[in-house]
């Protein structure tokens, strides 16, 4: 019977193992599945690797074995769902993956700035807006409003902080630089006399920014033009119903480590990482966006 069930518990680990290859295999870490679950199957592959060559197989271990797995496949079907039904679920936003690796945008910043930067930071934002909207969710089932002002600005803040960030990941790539094209291009002439002009006006309002925040390019559905503003943190004194096309995130964190308290620095050095086709693809989408003008 002992040996029966090792042999039983060979197979299962040998399941395993395939199903975790199959997983890294056919993902590059950019497909979809968050970091940290790429992180969690290979943790598990290399302890099926590890178990598969041990002499005795303890059905504890593969209990234990047997959580991890469920609950990693939990966590990848109901982020399946939720892609798939296009509404993300209160509580359950996540961290999107970097479209490049961490390394890809060096010289101008470094691999340290950005998994600081993506890991640590951000996460962060997407933790504590979780955790804002679970709160604000227990508030309407319990009708207990008493802590509904603090964990409303939870919500502005690490929700700014979420959304601005996952632009701003696309608005930059190893590629980028150089100048806007097409549509974008004829509106920015437009809306700020030439290219040149609105890249200072730009440059000027992102190292202007008190304290720490972003500057950014919008377009504003009522005015029926692109706009140039600034947010102190994220979410302070900026203008409501306008659309963000490209960002600069002006926090110390964003570019301390490399360039110290040289903020004019970094941002000329940004310059060369701007994703320009995906800033003319958030203004194509945007700009069909237009209220009555006044």
């Known amino acids: 019977m002992i040996k029966q069930n090792q042999l039983v518990f060979k197979q299962f680990l040998t399941d395993v193992e395939e199903w975790c290859l199959d ?20 943790g598990i592959l290399k302890r099926v690797q590890h178990m598969n060559h041990s002499t005795y197989i303890y059905e504890a271990e593969i209990l234990d074995i047997q959580k991890c797995v469920e609950e990693l496949a939990d966590g990848m079907q109901r982020f399946s769902t939720r892609v798939n039904s296009g509404r993300v679920p209160i509580g359950q936003h996540t961290l999107p993956p970097l479209p490049y690796p961490y390394n890809a945008l060096e010289p101008y910043i470094s691999r340290d700035i950005m998994e600081l930067h993506h890991l640590k930071h951000h996460k962060s934002y997407v933790d504590g807006l979780n955790k804002a909207e679970t709160k604000m969710l227990e508030a309407r089932e ?16 690490h929700g700014s902080g979420h959304y601005l960030h996952t632009m701003f990941w696309d608005n930059m790539s ?6 806007p094209s097409g549509r974008l291009l004829q509106q920015i002439s437009q809306d700020f006399g030439s290219y040149e002009k609105f890249k200072k006006h730009f440059s000027e309002a992102a190292d202007k920014v008190e304290g720490v925040g972003w500057a950014l390019l919008v377009w504003s559905p009522r005015a029926h033009r692109l706009e140039i503003l600034q947010t102190e943190k994220q979410q302070l004194f900026t203008q409501w119903d306008t659309i963000p096309l490209l960002g600069l995130d002006v926090w110390e964190h964003a570019y301390y480590l490399q360039y110290k308290n040289d903020r004019k ?30």
Request: glycine content about 8%; cysteine-free.
């Open 23 to 42: 997983i890294l295999t056919a993902n590059d870490g950019r497909a979809g599945y968050r970091n940290n679950w790429l992180e969690e199957t290979r």
């Open 174 to 179: 190893p590629n980028g630089g150089g100048q």
């Open 142 to 157: 319990t009708g207990n409003y008493d802590l509904i002002k603090h964990w409303q600005r939870e919500a502005a803040f």
């Open 265 to 294: 620095d970094y941002i000329d050095k940004w310059w060369n990482l701007v994703n320009w086709k995906d800033v003319e693809k958030r203004y194509q989408e945007a700009s069909r966006l237009k209220w009555k003008p006044y």
